[in-house]
Every structure is written in C-alpha cells, then in structure tokens.
C-alpha cells in the first residue's frame, strides 16, 4: 500500500489524496472569491487546518549523516597531498579528483579523517617535517619549504602549537646518536599512515 505521506510522494507519480484536496480546496477558494469572500475564507481555513495536520503527523526527518569517502577516493586524496605537499593543497582540487561537490566533499572528508582537510593537510606537513628533522641534515628553513610552510617561523609556529617544543628543541631530544645520524641520511621517507575508516 502507497504511503500519503511527503516520502511517498517524492517518488510517486501522482500526488498522494491529501495534496490533491488541498489543491481542491484552493481551487474552489479562487473561484469562491468572486462571489463570497466569507466562503473562500472558510475554505482557505480548511486547506489551512488539513496542511497543518500533516506537518504534525509527518515531523521534518533529520538529514542522514554525510556518508563517508570511498576507498578509492581516499588513495586519490593521500596521492594528491602527497605530490602536493610543497605547494598548495586546495579544496576545489581535492574534491574535483572525487568528482564531488566542495561542500559534500569537505563533510564526508571529516567524516572520513576526523579533520577537515585544511587541519589534515597540515597535521601531514607537521609530521613529514619531523620526519625530515630526524632523517636528514636538513636545516629548518630548508624542512619548511619542502613541507609546503612559508618559511620557518611558519613551521616553528604550528610545531610548537601542535608539539609543544620548537622544532629545534624537539631535534635535539629526539634525534639519533651522531653514530648512526649520517647513515639515515640516504634512507627514504617512509610515508605516514593514518588510520581512516571508509565505506
């Protein structure tokens, strides 16, 4: 049996019978106003109350929670922001590789990573940037601008907010004995994963 509701009508051919006694009840309003407005008033009135009564036993639905990135899509964004991390990460970019919208894109985005892509794409340069701290002989301007930061004081800013050290300090303390620091040096950059759950 057809649902009369709103829901069935969005995918029903024919109105359910309550939209077409409201119409009804319009209709004769319009034609009742060249002889007495008092009647199409009362008529107004009845297509008013019935209306009302279907908002009231058809409450709005909450919109269902933006679904979250396909798998593919997910290797499409972490390829892109890793060939990309030096220069500009932009949101018109990512989302034209998933072939979504800007908006739907950035919901199932944070759905997906749990950041929006502004704070993943950074939290990704932080990361790589202590990489290539720990890694390399690198100076920090240099680490900056290979991590896609202005310059170091930009770099400095977000380590220290997201660390709690300067990226110096935080060199010092966690970077390997002399020994073995010049070895590192030819070792590629393993790439860091971070754990996402898609559909």
């Not at 009508?9 to 060249?34: F, K, N």
């Not at 009302?52 to 979250?68: F, G, N, V, W, Y």
């Not at 390829?79 to 590789?97: C, F, Q, T």
């Not at 997201?162 to 010049?182: D, E, I």
Request: proline share 6%.
């Amino acid at each position: 049996m057809a649902d009369d509701g709103a829901a069935g009508y969005q995918g029903a051919s024919m109105p359910p019978c309550w939209i077409e006694s409201v119409l009804g009840l319009l209709h004769a309003a319009t034609q009742q106003l060249e002889t007495s407005k008092e009647a199409a008033q009362s008529t107004i009135e009845q297509a008013t109350s019935l209306l009302q009564e279907k908002i009231r036993t058809h409450p709005r639905q909450r919109a269902p929670a933006p679904a979250r990135l396909l798998a593919w899509q997910v290797r499409k964004i972490r390829d892109h922001v890793e060939a990309h991390i030096a220069s500009r990460v932009l949101v018109s970019d990512l989302s034209a590789l998933v072939n979504l919208s800007e908006g739907h894109f950035s919901r199932a985005f944070k759905r997906t990573f749990g950041l929006s892509p502004h704070a993943f794409v950074l939290r990704r340069r932080l990361e790589l940037a202590a990489q290539l701290m720990l890694e390399s002989r690198e100076s920090l301007a240099e680490i900056a601008l290979r991590c896609g930061f202005v310059d170091q004081a930009h770099l400095c800013n977000h380590f220290r907010r997201a660390m709690g050290q300067t990226p110096a300090a935080w060199r010092r303390t966690h970077r390997p004995p002399s020994a073995g620091y010049s070895a590192w040096a030819d070792c590629p950059v393993p790439p860091v994963r971070t754990r996402v759950r898609v559909k």
